[in-house]
């Protein structure tokens, strides 16, 4: 058994002997010794090896993992006369993704498992999953599809996404992937700028148990994207409704004959996806990886910081528009089984997911933190609900989670399950800092820096930190940076997103807090960080107070640098049912804000509003907010289809 542990200062939780010297990360210590003749101590050790010697590391990761190089590479690491960008990784090696994930085949695990709130938990073995990528990928070939050609998807999280992908990367053409839930305007200003060959396509989708067509959307999707020659109709909302005309059904792709299922080598630095920024303002970013850059992090995030194991069950709730999708795909390259659920997480009701992992029997359970505080703010006690006995770890990403987000894990799901607050991001598919299974859980706290992730915090005078808020800072170059931005020749807008200031130095935009235990706390964008009187105040903790309170439901805050050099910050509540905004209530926020944190942190004003605007991927729209507050039209800081809820916004301008 794991050890839970009780007092409120320390650890929450703590792996015993036996967890530790069963991980994956363990063992690939003890390789370091037995191949390498390194004696490292703990995982302090480890890490700085890994950030001081990249070329060593990187090398060894490669070598552990046995990844497959079809042609040998000649530098682990090839850096530019200046700065991050152009860095290249194993020169000369040929790899290819797909390959990778293909290897673990077997016939006693299923490789996909797959629900919806229309369809009942079934699985897709290994055998009928090499059929169908060799089908399709017959079939994009006689396309023309080849080497470098983009193949897009607008489908819902469902088993023809991650066939449509691997199909993709088996040829060593390039994916990419937009939710139906994502409007058609912003689907184009997506897919537009790659020029893909071949569009994936359903017919809709349900959610809250209302079903929601995207048939109308075939013909201005047709003529927005001219350089598509091909449609796959995948008819996930009506399977058996009529095909419309113009395009191919998937069950007909299937149909095509194939010989076996091939893999073409790429350059370890070949792009592999194009990724997108939330795009609040401006056309989204086109964040392109490298096929090995990918590979190599994935393999070492998923096996040694979240100790995934061959036929353990995966799942990580997303949609294809969000890069945990994509990092959740990864999990089949260790071989575990993928579980992919498409639909609303609270239909229909909030213990949904919680009845997923035992009738799915998941043993590592993923999602947003807001989901998760969403559960807390419920009342759920998940373990009432299932027995959950399969479960050994739960991932948390998206935003910070707070303390008392970590306390209901272990009070009400599990209090021997070993909780990975993960964050990363688009930008590298992955995370900077997450899960160490050889440390012990505090709550609030991300355990560790990962290995190969050189992350500082730095104070105003650009120096490194420890135990108090500084500017998250990466100062060694990763293989799952990007490569480009598609259609940025001269890296204008890569440079501006990380290297404004320092072509050395990526900097990330979190606020973040180093402590003299390793061990790493997020406050929040920097962007949206709160500053009183010179003092940076992290918004996630005037959630975590605010949101304790048993009348709120959701809030919001942001600070305002005045023309005049005075300083606003106000409060936006949303309400319980029942609850309104008295002066008695108003002080016990103000009171509330002020004994857990500072007087700094009480807000100047506070308002009542019916929502809280939220990206697609559940991050509160501060920025946008704080622009709206300072004069711009809400219709200029973001687009609507970013948006789960649209008309939030709109709010903000009349006040």
């Known amino acids: 058994m794991l050890q839970p542990t009780d007092s409120p200062n ?9 967890f530790q010297h069963q991980s994956r990360l363990k063992h690939f210590i003890d390789h370091l010794f037995v191949k390498h003749g390194l004696y490292l101590r703990h995982y302090d050790d480890l890490w700085n090896w890994s950030v001081t010697n990249l070329d060593d590391f990187w090398e060894a990761v490669a070598a552990y993992f046995e990844v497959q190089f079809h042609t040998p590479y000649q530098n682990v690491i090839e850096r530019p006369r200046h700065g ?45 999953l090499s059929y169908q990528v060799g089908a399709l990928a017959q079939f994009l070939r006689n396309q023309g599809v ?15 996404a991650v066939v449509g992908f691997l199909a993709t990367q088996s040829l060593g053409a390039v994916w990419s992937s937009c939710s139906p839930d994502f409007g058609t305007a912003s689907v184009l200003d997506r897919f537009r700028q790659i020029e893909p060959k071949v569009l994936l396509m359903t017919d809709g989708y349900t959610y809250n148990g209302k079903p929601i067509s995207k048939t109308s959307d075939l013909g201005t999707l047709r003529q927005g994207l001219l350089t598509v020659q091909q449609i796959i109709w995948v008819p996930f909302l009506n399977p058996g409704s009529p095909t419309p005309g113009g395009v191919i059904a998937w069950d007909e792709v299937q149909q095509t004959p194939f010989t076996e299922l091939t893999f073409t080598p790429v350059p370890f630095n070949h792009p592999m ?14 964040i392109t990886h490298s096929v090995g850059g990918c590979l190599i992090e994935h393999l070492k995030v998923l096996a040694l910081h979240q100790d995934v194991r061959p036929g353990e069950r995966y799942f990580w709730y997303s949609t294809t528009g969000w890069m945990m999708w994509n990092f959740s795909v990864a999990s089949l390259l260790v071989g575990a089984t993928l579980v992919l659920y ?24 993923g999602g947003g933190a807001a989901y998760f505080m969403a559960c807390m703010r419920a009342g759920l006690t998940p373990v009432k609900i299932a027995g959950l006995r399969s479960l050994r770890t739960i991932g948390a990403t998206g935003s910070p989670l707070p303390p008392e987000g970590f306390r209901w894990v272990y009070e009400s799901v599990r209090a021997d399950v070993w909780l990975i607050s993960f964050s990363g991001g688009t930008d590298i598919c992955s995370g900077f800092v997450g899960g160490n299974p050889l440390a012990p859980v505090v709550a609030g706290e991300i355990q560790c820096r990962l290995l190969g992730c050189k992350v500082e915090a730095y104070d105003e005078e650009g120096e490194p930190v420890r135990e108090v808020l500084g500017e998250m800072m990466i100062l060694e170059p990763m293989p ?14 890569y440079r501006s997103s990380y290297f404004e200031n320092d072509p050395d130095t990526w900097r990330h935009g979190d606020w973040i807090k180093i402590t003299d235990r390793g061990s790493v706390i997020i406050y929040g964008r920097s962007d949206a960080t709160l500053n009183r009187d010179g003092v940076r105040i992290g918004t996630a903790e005037i959630y975590s107070a605010v949101e304790s309170l048993p009348d709120i439901a959701d809030s919001l805050v942001v600070g305002i640098e005045l023309p005049d050099g005075n300083y606003r910050m106000p409060l936006f509540v949303v309400l319980r049912e029942g609850y309104t905004l008295t002066d008695e209530l108003i002080t016990r926020i103000r009171q509330t804000l002020k ?18 605007p939220y990206t697609i991927s559940g991050k ?11 004069g711009q039209q809400a219709d200029r800081v973001a687009s609507p289809d970013t948006m789960r809820n649209p008309g939030a916004l709109a709010a903000f301008e009349h006040i």
């Not at 996806?273 to 086109?286: E, I, Q, R």
């Open 10 to 18: 320390g650890p929450i939780w703590t792996p015993n002997a036996r």
């Open 146 to 160: 080849g080497i470098g050609d983009r193949v897009v998807a607008l489908l819902p999280n469902v088993p023809e």
């Open 84 to 128: 991050m960008i152009g860095t290249r990784w194993f020169t000369g090696a040929t790899v290819n993704y797909a390959e990778h994930i293909f290897r673990n085949a077997n016939s006693q695990y299923p490789a996909l498992l797959f629900a919806s709130e229309k369809n009942r938990l079934r699985g897709l073995s290994w055998s009928e």
């Open 595 to 612: 004994t857990q944190y500072s007087p700094r942190h009480v807000p100047d004003s506070i308002y009542q509003i019916t929502e809280v």
């Open 620 to 630: 509160k729209m501060e920025t946008p907010v704080k622009k709206i507050l300072m």
């Open 342 to 365: 498409e639909g609303s997480p609270a239909y229909p009701d909030m213990n949904r997911l919680w009845q997923l992992i035992e009738q799915a029997q998941i043993t590592h359970f």
């Open 480 to 493: 799952s940076m990007p490569i480009y931005f598609w259609n940025d020749p001269s890296n204008d807008r």
């Open 273 to 286: 996806w194009v990724l997108f920024s939330s795009g609040t303002t401006g056309k989204p970013k086109a």
